[in-house]
C-alpha cells in the first residue's frame, strides 16, 4: 500500500507536467526512495496516474541503472571505474570497498545497509575517483576517506 504521503507527492509532480508521462522518471524516484525499490504496485500505480501501460514503466526502468526493481542497502554505494576515475584508482577503491562490505556489484550487506555497485562516469570526473551514495557524492577517494566514510554511514543509521 502506498503512503497518503507519496501519492500526494505524485499528485504534485504530475501537475507540473504538460505531458503526463513526462513525470514517470520522478515518480519511480519518489517512490523508490519511500519503498527501498520500486515495487509493482508502484509501477502499476504509476503507470495508471500518467495514462500508460505498466510496461511502459518497466521500460524506464530498465533503461536508468540508478532504478532499481529489487531492495538495495540504505546506502547505496555507486563507485565509477570509468576512464578518470579508473587512472586515478577507480578500481582499487570497488575492490576496496568490495572486501570492506564482503559484497560484490549489484549486492546487498546481510543487514540491509550497503548495496555495492560499479557505476559509468558520475559527471564528477574533476573529483576523480568518485562514488556516490544515494544522493550525495564523494571525490578524490583514497581507501581510508572510504573506511571512514562507511564508519559515518554506519553511525548515521544508528541514530
Ligand atoms: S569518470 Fe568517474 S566521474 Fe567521470
Known amino acids: 500500500?502506498?503512503?497518503?504521503?507519496?501519492?500526494?507527492?505524485?499528485?504534485?509532480?504530475?501537475?507540473?507536467y504538460?505531458?503526463?508521462?513526462?513525470?514517470?522518471?520522478?515518480?519511480?524516484?519518489?517512490?523508490?526512495?519511500?519503498?527501498g525499490h520500486i515495487?509493482?504496485?508502484?509501477i502499476e500505480e504509476i503507470a495508471r496516474r500518467v495514462e500508460?501501460?505498466?510496461?511502459?514503466?518497466?521500460?524506464?526502468?530498465?533503461?536508468?541503472?540508478?532504478l532499481h526493481r529489487q531492495p538495495i542497502g540504505k546506502f547505496n554505494l555507486q563507485?565509477?571505474?570509468?576512464?578518470?576515475?579508473?587512472?586515478?584508482g577507480g578500481e582499487e577503491i570497488l575492490e576496496h570497498c568490495s572486501k570492506r562490505l564482503g559484497i560484490g556489484h549489484k549486492q546487498t550487506t546481510a543487514d540491509g545497509l550497503f548495496s555495492l555497485e560499479e557505476v559509468e562516469c558520475l559527471g564528477?570526473?574533476?573529483?576523480?575517483?568518485?562514488?556516490?551514495?544515494n544522493y550525495d557524492f564523494y571525490e578524490n577517494l583514497t581507501p581510508e576517506r572510504v573506511d571512514r566514510l562507511i564508519e559515518d554511514l554506519k553511525a548515521r543509521a544508528e541514530k
Open 79 to 88: 563507485v565509477c571505474t570509468n576512464v578518470s576515475c579508473q587512472l586515478l
Open 39 to 42: 515495487s509493482d504496485e508502484a
Open 18 to 35: 504538460p505531458l503526463k508521462r513526462s513525470a514517470i522518471v520522478p515518480l519511480l524516484l519518489f517512490a523508490q526512495d519511500e519503498i
Open 1 to 16: 500500500m502506498l503512503s497518503d504521503t507519496l501519492i500526494s507527492k505524485f499528485d504534485d509532480v504530475i501537475a507540473r
Open 124 to 133: 564528477a570526473c574533476c573529483g576523480a575517483p568518485a562514488m556516490q551514495v
Open 52 to 66: 500508460v501501460l505498466p510496461i511502459e514503466v518497466i521500460e524506464d526502468i530498465g533503461y536508468y541503472s540508478m
